[in-house]
Each structure stands twice: as C-alpha cells, then as structure tokens.
C-alpha cells in the first residue's frame, strides 16, 4: 500500500512538472514587444465595417475617391501600428470588412474609425468589439510588405 502511494506520488509530481513546464521558446523580449500575456494573448477592438446609410448619396466617381482616402487611411493607421489587420468580406453584402485594431479599449478604436473618410461620408459604419486574440498578430506589419507585389 506504501509503495503504490510513493509511485502514485511520484507520477503526480512529475505530470504537475510536465504540466507547468516554461515553454523552450519563450522569448520574452518578444513578449515585451507585442504586448502578450503568459498565454501569447492580448486584448484588441476588431471594427466590422457594415455599409452606411448614405452609399446611395454619391456617385461612382466619388464613392471611388472615398475608397481611395479609405486605403491612404488604412495604410497611414497601419504604419502607425494601430491596425494590425484589415480586410473585405468576399459577398459579405452589408457587412463589407473587418479592422483589428491594436488598442484596449473601444474608445481608442472609435478615436481612430472617426479618421476614416468612408465613416465620415457615411459609407460606411463600424461596429466595435474588444476581442481577445494571438499577440502574433503584432507581427504582420513586418510581415505582409514582403508578400504584397502591387501596393493599394
């Protein structure tokens, strides 16, 4: 009976090692950098870009014009670090894209889709979300300039 409660002993303090063990690649400069938690986690706003309620109000050729100053804006929030991904929906319909914001709160995030000339014309709308994810994400800005041929 002992010896079963040593061995059973013995196995629980080696899984409980096993279990909390530090990851072998952990880099905690890294971590510093992103922002991460011990779970390679952090809070953003993601941003669901849904059509506004005065699309109808342009024509083509300002619509296009709105959608450049959208891109410059996308561009110019990405160089700054505050956007860590954007992107449209395929035949979303009314729900045209979504932004990640890498801000903490949904304050932040509305001070930044205010910048954007869509929301201004009201083309588009943005539904703001705190939305918990991979600190990874951080990493796209580096990332994404060597995949990109054709800058927008």
């Given at each position: 009976?002992?010896?079963?409660?040593t061995l059973?002993f013995?196995?629980?303090?080696?899984?409980?090692?096993?279990?909390?063990?530090?990851?072998?690649?952990?880099?905690?400069?890294?971590?510093?950098?992103?922002?991460?938690?011990?779970?390679?986690?952090?809070?953003?706003?993601?941003?669901f870009?849904?059509a506004?309620?005065?699309?109808?109000?342009?024509?083509?050729?300002?619509r296009?014009?709105?959608?450049?100053?959208h891109?410059?804006?996308?561009n110019?929030?990405?160089?700054?670090g505050?956007?860590?991904?954007?992107?449209?929906?395929?035949?979303?319909?009314?729900?045209?894209?979504?932004?990640?914001?890498?801000?903490?709160?949904?304050?932040?995030?509305?001070?930044?889709?205010?910048?954007?000339?869509?929301?201004?014309a009201?083309?588009?709308?943005?539904?703001?979300?705190?939305?918990?994810?991979?600190a990874?994400?951080?990493?796209?800005?580096?990332?994404?300039?060597?995949?990109?041929k054709?800058?927008?």
């Amino acid at each position: 009976m002992m010896k079963n409660l040593t061995l059973s002993f013995a196995f629980l303090a080696f899984i409980s090692t096993i279990s909390f063990a530090q990851n072998a690649e952990y880099d905690s400069a890294l971590v510093k950098k992103l922002g991460a938690d011990d779970y390679g986690m952090k809070t953003y706003v993601m941003a669901f870009l849904l059509a506004g309620d005065r699309v109808n109000e342009y024509s083509q050729e300002e619509r296009q014009e709105i959608q450049k100053g959208h891109m410059a804006n996308i561009n110019k929030l990405a160089e700054e670090g505050k956007l860590v991904l954007a992107g449209p929906f395929i035949n979303g319909g009314e729900k045209r894209g979504i932004f990640i914001f890498d801000v903490s709160t949904k304050s932040e995030a509305e001070l930044l889709t205010n910048t954007d000339p869509a929301v201004q014309a009201g083309v588009l709308k943005m539904e703001l979300i705190e939305w918990y994810g991979s600190a990874a994400l951080g990493m796209l800005g580096e990332i994404y300039p060597k995949l990109q041929k054709v800058k927008f």
